[in-house]
């Protein structure tokens, strides 16, 4: 069942889907560019944490076997593409203690952070981990339709 664009106005990126706009074997790479349409029209919607262009090079590096010429080519263009980036308050350091406790990655758990902070959905393709954060909160890219 695909559902709309979350009512809430602000989403939180993961990095999965920004690593899928670039391999065509990933399982939601043609997902992930509807994504990527309809951050290039409503793009003061989208937000990421200060850890994710760290998280999105060691990725890309991993999976195009340390190509350094398509990393830097990748980072450049989701660089250009005016994600937001956001600092870590303390009422989200504590948030995100939360989550890890709650069995989330340090990552995960900083996505979800900002989300609650902002009062946004984090948008990932990580199934399992938007299911244990719920639905308030989190959106699996499977369930995300950006038609509107």
């Known amino acids: 069942m695909k559902l709309e664009i979350p ?11 920004v690593v899928s706009w670039f391999f065509t074997d990933e399982i939601n790479h043609v997902e992930s560019l509807s994504v990527l349409h309809h951050l290039g029209l409503k793009s003061d919607r989208y ?9 999105l090079i060691h990725v890309l590096a991993r999976k195009s076997g340390n190509d350094i010429s398509f990393v830097k080519d990748a980072v450049k263009k989701v660089m250009s593409l005016g994600l937001r980036q956001l600092t870590l308050s ?7 203690v939360s989550w890890s406790c709650k069995g989330l990655s ?12 902002l009062g946004g959905i ?12 719920g639905s308030a ?3 699996p890219l499977e369930e995300w339709s950006g038609d509107q």
């Not at 937000?47 to 998280?55: A, T």
């Not at 340090?106 to 902070?117: C, H, K, P, S």
């Not at 984090?122 to 399992?128: K, R």
């Open 7 to 17: 009512d809430r106005p602000f989403i939180i990126l993961d990095t999965s889907i």
């Open 47 to 55: 937000f990421v944490p200060g850890l994710f262009y760290s998280e």
């Open 90 to 96: 303390e009422s989200i350091l504590e948030s995100i």
């Open 106 to 117: 340090g990552y995960d758990a900083t996505f979800v952070a900002l989300a609650e902070d």
């Open 122 to 133: 984090w948008l990932t393709a990580d199934i399992p981990a938007a299911k244990k954060v």
């Open 137 to 139: 909160l989190a959106r």
